[in-house]
Structure formats: structure tokens, C-alpha cells
């Protein structure tokens, strides 16, 4: 103990103000309960997605989808590090040192437990943006311009997830993880990550809204209303969380520890709240829809109609798609 806090500057002692061991205890918790939510969200999106291609004609050709592929992975990795994470607090207060002294393995980040979850944290976030990417490119009729600044914010994302669980198998004991060499890397890493989801959300939001407004006289544009409403509350939820995480770290606080450690969850939960919400219906209710792979019938058959914005305007066929491809997503090419 004393070895730790040796050479530590008045500023960096601050960050002791609060206790690591027992914000690791909070972590498991928190990450435990968030965990759950996700769970039950991620369990319901796979069944509708599932239930959806039995009712189909398509069979089988979801599975081959990028947003059943995503879910899937994004169920396996935060399933890891949920289980990660709470092998760690066994090893930390009875394994490790015959349970004598949890600071010590807490604050070594080098522990080969520690630099696997990390990669598995990496994992999620470059999944959960991979998605956000390709709702982005099938709500704007596969425009492939449209995502290449969040492709770049993507790569950079990897890069750096790579370059963190690097540095994590470099760490020795005794060093400020505030001032050590992943210290870039994690900086860099939330501000792709947010940069990402940020834009996607603007440019998604600003697509939906053009169209609702455009078919407003023949339908009333509710429904891409709703749909427009679920993706921005569910960018709410996790770029809220992404800013929990930067500024608890850049302020040098151990409360980063329980925001990096729940991070996949609440990634999982904003991608999942997309699709269940929808498939479930609780975004429309006068008629069948579809989102992310999920549907709803809540009266009568299908009915669709084809409404043509932009074919009349020869500037700009990028934008000659369907209503109908805008809200299931290009038909069985992809999914918003």
C-alpha cells in the first residue's frame, strides 16, 4: 500500500477520495442489474426477430442479417464481461493473496482477467457503433458518402480499443492509470465513440423527419414520427452514459471504473430498446410495422403503399427508395 501511494501528487491523491475497492463492489452490482435489463431486452429482440422470419416468406434469410448477427454478438461479449467482471470480485476477496488484500488486485490492471474484459468492453463499443453505422446507410437508400466520417470514427475506435488492451498488458503496479501510456488511448476511444453515435443520430433524425414531413399529406408521417422519437431517446441513453464515463476520467475520479464497467450494458440496452420497443408495438398502433428486424401486427393484414418522395427531382436519386424500404429497411438486404 504504501509502494502505491508513494510519488503521488496532492492533485492525484484526489483521486483516493473515493475508495477503489469499494467502487469495484458497486461495479458488480451495478453492472449485474444493468446486465438484467439487457438480458431480458436482448432475449425478446431475438425472439421477434426470430418470429418474424417464421412469418415470413423469407425464411432463413434473417440470419444472415447484419442486425441478428449484431445482436447475437453483442449478447455474447456482454455476457463475457458481466461474468468477467464478477469472476474478478471472487478472485480479488478470496483467491487472490487468500483474500487479504483486494486493493492490490484491483489495482493491478495487468491481471490477465482485467485486460481480457477490456477487450470484451472494446469489443461491444465497436459492435453496438457498427450498427448505429448501418441503420445509418439503409435510412439514408444506401448512400455510402453519408458514412464515411463515422467509418473513420469507427476504425479509429478499434484502433484504439486495440492500443488500451496493449497498454493494459504493459500496466505495473503502483502506476496512475490517469497518467499512464493508455491514458491517450482511452481519451481518444470515448471521443470516437460519441462522435460516432452523435453524428449517425443527427443525420438518421434529420432523414426521418424530411420523410415524415414528405408523406405527412398520405398518412400523417406518425409512424416515422415514433420511429424518429425511439432512435433519439435511445442515442439519449447511451451517449449520456459515454459522457458519465469522460468526465469521470478526465476529472481523475475512481466512479470511472463502475461507468467503463457498465458501459457495454447500457450499449446493449440502447441498441435493443430500438428493436423491441417497435416489434412490440409500442411505437405504432393503428398498423403493422417494421424496425430492426422485428414486427407487429396490431390490425388487420399488411397493407403497404409505396410513396415515391423524390422521383420526380432527377438532381438527387440517391433519395429514390420506397417508405416501405425506409421502414423495414430495404427488405431482406437489411434492416433499420
Known amino acids: 500500500m504504501t509502494r502505491l501511494l508513494k510519488g503521488l501528487t496532492t492533485s492525484e491523491l484526489m483521486v483516493l477520495d473515493i475508495p477503489l475497492v469499494p467502487v469495484s ?46 445482436a447475437i454478438a453483442l449478447f455474447v461479449t456482454i455476457t463475457t464481461h458481466w461474468v468477467l467482471t464478477v469472476d474478478r470480485s471472487f478472485l480479488a476477496f478470496i483467491y487472490f493473496a487468500d483474500g487479504t488484500f483486494p486493493l492490490g488486485f484491483y489495482g493491478d490492471l495487468s491481471q490477465i482477467t482485467e485486460v481480457v474484459k477490456t477487450g470484451f468492453l472494446m469489443a461491444t463499443l465497436s459492435i453496438g457503433d457498427a450498427l448505429i453505422i448501418h441503420r445509418l446507410w439503409i435510412v439514408w ?81 406518425q409512424s416515422l414520427k415514433s420511429v424518429l422519437s425511439i432512435i433519439i431517446e435511445s442515442a439519449a441513453l447511451y451517449s449520456s452514459w459515454s459522457l458519465f464515463f469522460f ?22 440496452i440502447s441498441c435493443m430498446l430500438i428493436h423491441v420497443r417497435v416489434g412490440l ?31 420526380a427531382v432527377d438532381t438527387n436519386r440517391d433519395e429514390d427508395y420506397t417508405l416501405d424500404e425506409l421502414r423495414e429497411g430495404g427488405g431482406s438486404k437489411g434492416f433499420v
Not at 405504432?284 to 397493407?303: L, N, P, Y
Request: hydrophobic share 40%; proline share 3%.
Open 141 to 221: 437508400g444506401r448512400n455510402k458518402y453519408v458514412i464515411i466520417f463515422p467509418l473513420c470514427t469507427l476504425t479509429g475506435l478499434t484502433v484504439c480499443g486495440a492500443g488500451i488492451t496493449y497498454q493494459f498488458t504493459q500496466y505495473k503496479p503502483g502506476q496512475n492509470v490517469f497518467l499512464s501510456q493508455a491514458g491517450r488511448w482511452i481519451t481518444s476511444d470515448a471521443v470516437f465513440t460519441l462522435c460516432t453515435n452523435l453524428y449517425s443520430t443527427v443525420f438518421i433524425s434529420w432523414r426521418i423527419w424530411n420523410q415524415s414531413r414528405a408523406i405527412q399529406p398520405y398518412s400523417g408521417g
Open 25 to 70: 463492489l458497486a461495479t458488480v452490482a451495478l453492472e449485474s442489474c444493468f446486465y438484467g435489463v439487457f438480458l431480458v431486452l436482448a432475449v425478446t429482440s431475438i425472439a421477434l426477430i426470430l418470429s418474424r422470419d417464421a412469418r415470413s416468406k423469407r425464411i432463413g434469410t434473417i440470419y444472415l442479417s447484419p442486425i441478428f448477427i449484431g
Open 247 to 268: 468526465a469521470s476520467y478526465q476529472s481523475r475520479s475512481n466512479l470511472q471504473f463502475i461507468a467503463v464497467d457498465c458501459w457495454p450494458a447500457m450499449s446493449g
Open 281 to 311: 408495438g409500442w411505437a405504432h398502433k393503428e398498423e403493422k410495422s417494421f424496425i430492426g428486424g422485428s414486427s407487429t401486427v396490431t390490425s388487420g393484414q399488411r397493407q403497404p403503399f409505396a410513396v415515391n418522395i423524390t422521383r
